[in-house]
Every structure is written in C-alpha cells, then in structure tokens.
Nanobody
C-alpha cells in the first residue's frame, strides 16, 4: 500500500533552518511529481513547493521563494524540503503529497523564540 512518512520537523528559532524528509513506498516513486503543503492552525492547507518526477522542474509558493528548496532522491524514494531563514509565519503542519492524490500524516514545524 502507498505510504508517505514525513520526518524532520521540530521547534526552531526565527532565522533557523530545518530539513524535512518524506519517505515513500508502495508505488513507483520516480514516475510521479511530489509536493509539500502546509496547514497552520485555523487556516486552510496551502501549497508550498513541488518537483516533477525527474527533479528538473520545481515550483514554489511566493511566500517561500528564495528560502525553501525542494529536492528528491529517486534512488532513496525520498523527497526533501530544505527550509532556511524560517519565520514565525512558517509555523504549520507540513504534508507530503504525491500527484495521484495521496497525503502523508504530516510533521509539525514550529518557529518561535
């Protein structure tokens, strides 16, 4: 069965960095685009970043451009989100998503001093 398992979240101070990982199984990872979304308390889930199956095309939400980088390791069936210069407004649960419509369980990121 399809599984997406996120990890790497935690508490970080403003200006700090975190690297999220999403380990995928149960499907041919290298054939599908992958995305990261996030949901802050009381808000709707929003798009953060996406990467195509080969890792050549990437898209970002305006709010994270220049600070976040999405990448993937097809040999490891893993997609990553490197988050730098984190801000309190980045606080949210971050979800991994595969393009045929499956979500991970999420990982909490809290940016606070």
């Amino acid at each position: 069965q399809v599984q997406l398992v996120e990890s790497g979240g935690g508490l970080v101070q403003p200006g700090g960095s975190l690297r999220l990982s999403c380990a995928a199984s149960g499907f041919t990872f290298s054939s599908y685009a992958m995305s990261w979304y996030r949901q802050a308390p009381g808000k709707e889930r929003e798009f953060v970043a996406s990467i195509d199956s080969g890792g050549f095309s990437r898209n970002y939400a305006d709010s994270v451009k220049g600070r976040f980088t999405i990448s993937r390791g097809n040999a490891k069936n893993t997609v990553y989100l490197q988050m730098n210069n984190l801000k309190p407004e980045d606080t949210a649960v971050y979800y991994c998503y595969v393009s045929f419509g499956y979500w991970g369980q999420g990982t909490q990121v809290t940016v606070s001093s």
